[in-house]
């Protein structure tokens, strides 16, 4: 009998800090409003207070009319890679808000300016398949390098979210 008694001790433990766990998560999930980044509105990016100057600058851009932030910050090759990114791009940007670890102004990641241009040359291919034919237009492949601006917005940077600081 005193064999079970450790065993049942442990199994409640181990259940009270699953279900605090799983709570605690929810709990977070609903007070974040974790469902609304499932969606493709752009305000949802105005949730935490720190992207305000992207969104305004967003709405008063060129794209306001054709593109949300999803169509140029998610990969469209499929829908794996399109939530690997959208899940990775989450993680990031809840712990660097969180813990207010973060470059200010925001700068983009070099994988993530990889997408982005990706997108720029999938909307507008027409236009720049002449510029495209010898290769990308610059985006480093090696993650070390820290450039501030890549490929297509290297020259048409104020495009997505309006003039610079």
Excluded at 139 to 150: E, G, I, Q
Excluded at 157 to 163: D, P, Q
Aim: hydrophobic share 35%; glycine share 10%.
């Amino acid at each position: 009998m005193s064999a079970k008694r450790p065993r049942f001790w442990t199994s409640l433990l181990a259940g009270a800090l699953a279900g605090v766990f799983a709570g605690s998560g929810l709990f977070t999930f609903v007070s974040a409003n974790g469902l609304s980044y499932m969606s493709d509105d752009p305000e949802v990016c105005v949730n935490c207070h720190v992207m305000r100057e992207q969104y305004d600058g967003w709405r008063h851009g060129s794209h306001h009319a054709n593109a949300t932030c999803n169509d140029c910050h998610l990969p469209h090759d499929n829908i794996v890679h399109k939530l690997f990114v959208k899940a990775s791009n989450g993680y990031h940007h809840s712990k660097a808000f969180t813990l207010m670890d973060f470059q200010d102004p925001i700068r983009i990641k070099p994988g993530n300016a990889k997408v982005l241009e990706d997108n720029c040359l999938r909307c507008h291919g027409e236009l720049t398949d002449q510029i495209t034919a010898h290769g990308t237009l610059g985006v480093p492949t090696d993650p070390a390098l820290k450039a501030d601006l890549y490929g297509c917005v290297r020259c048409h940077s104020e495009v997505g979210h309006g003039s610079r600081r």
